[in-house]
């Protein structure tokens, strides 16, 4: 696949990925190894995990993992196995510890910093020494307010992994808003479908004839046209000041909004499972997660200021209700592609002028698949 790498033209060449992309098994079996437990991950918001004890669980990959705040007020996150014989400790999906973990088999306890503090009748056991048998870590940081887990042995910095997207974020306070709603989607296609849909707008005028009004398809810009992040803007059209279905702000614009921002929509997908796009006044985020090779899981949760959630003046469900919409008309004919491509007559065909991001998904998403190391 050959491609210019600029933002809006590239060279006849490229083309949509051969169906066993999305119909293989050992192909998702790759990704989980080769992409989901390498990568930093979107987990979610640290306001997601509010007090001390508080836990959530979640499957990454094959894996399973705790994900809690310790005695400290520090994010910690674990495999959920015990050190003992492997038996996964925590079944919940949400919960609070009092001070420790304990697996129900046969009572290892640990602490909230993953210390096993007690192992009955090991004592006896020769050698046997507590500090060697800790929960196994997994790495956690928080960007932007944002939790991600990296599952590698020896992950990069997350601050190194973003830093792209950072400096277009770092004029807001985006840490500090707080999720007014989230809404989560079962959809039947391959997870890399709803990366390619939302890395364009060619599809907008006829999928998207409420949004369309909004902005035009073709009146934006990428600035990340390659790598683990492509995205860009688009412009919204006169008379209208947001992505609602009144067309206006739902609230006042964030701090640090001003000037030429006042009047667009940035749109980053993160690989490999987040699209965040930030508007005006508030931020939209995906997380999607395979749970099949033709299934995904999406969570969409929208961040507004504390004012704004604790204020009654604001209608925030004039946005909110708007991209639920538009989700639901992306997701449907995200299905619609996957029933397509398992077809036998499916072949991988030219993308267009307006789909180079996906050419550029592409690209990245097979280094990675295929990486040696
Ligand atoms: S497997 Fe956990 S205590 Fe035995
Ligand atoms: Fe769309």
Known sequence: MTF?????????????????????????????????????ICVGRSTDISENGHFVTLNIANENVIILKDDLGKLQAFYNICRHRGTRICEETEGKFSKSIQCNYH???????????????????????????????????????????????????????????????????????????????????????????????????????????IYHYMG????????????????????????????????????????????????????????????????????????GIDKCRIFCSWLFTEDVINSKKHNTKDAIDFWDLTNKQDWHISELSQLGVKSRKYFPSPYSGQESLLAAFDEYYLGELNASA
């Open 4 to 40: 210019k790498k600029t933002a809006d033209t590239f060279e006849a060449g490229a083309h949509t990925l051969s169906r066993e992309y999305y119909t293989d098994i050992d192909i998702l079996e790759k990704e989980y190894q080769q992409i989901f437990l390498k990568n930093w």
């Open 107 to 213: 009572g290892w306890t640990y602490d909230l910093q993953g210390h096993l503090i007690g192992a009955p009748h090991m004592d006896v056991v020769k050698n046997f020494k507590k500090d060697n048998f800790p929960l196994h870590p997994v790495a956690i940081d928080e960007w932007n307010g944002f939790i991600f887990l990296n599952l590698s042995e020896q992950p990069k910095p997350i601050d190194q992994t973003l830093d792209p997207l950072t400096k277009r974020f770092s004029h807001l306070q985006i840490n500090h808003l707080l999720v007014k709603e989230q809404i989560t989607y079962d959809v039947n296609c391959n997870w890399k479908l709803v990366f390619q849909n939302y890395c364009e707008c060619y599809h907008c005028p006829l999928l998207h004839p409420e949004l369309s009004k």
């Open 220 to 291: 934006g810009q990428n600035d990340l046209y390659s790598g683990p992040f492509l995205g860009g803007y688009n412009q919204l059209n006169e008379d209208f000041e947001s992505v609602s279905h009144s067309g206006k702000f739902s609230c006042p614009p964030l701090d640090g909004i001003k000037d030429d921002d006042l009047n667009r929509v940035y749109f980053y997908s993160v690989f490999p499972n987040m699209l965040i796009s930030l508007h005006p006044e508030y931020v939209m985020y995906h997380t999607v997660w395979p749970v």
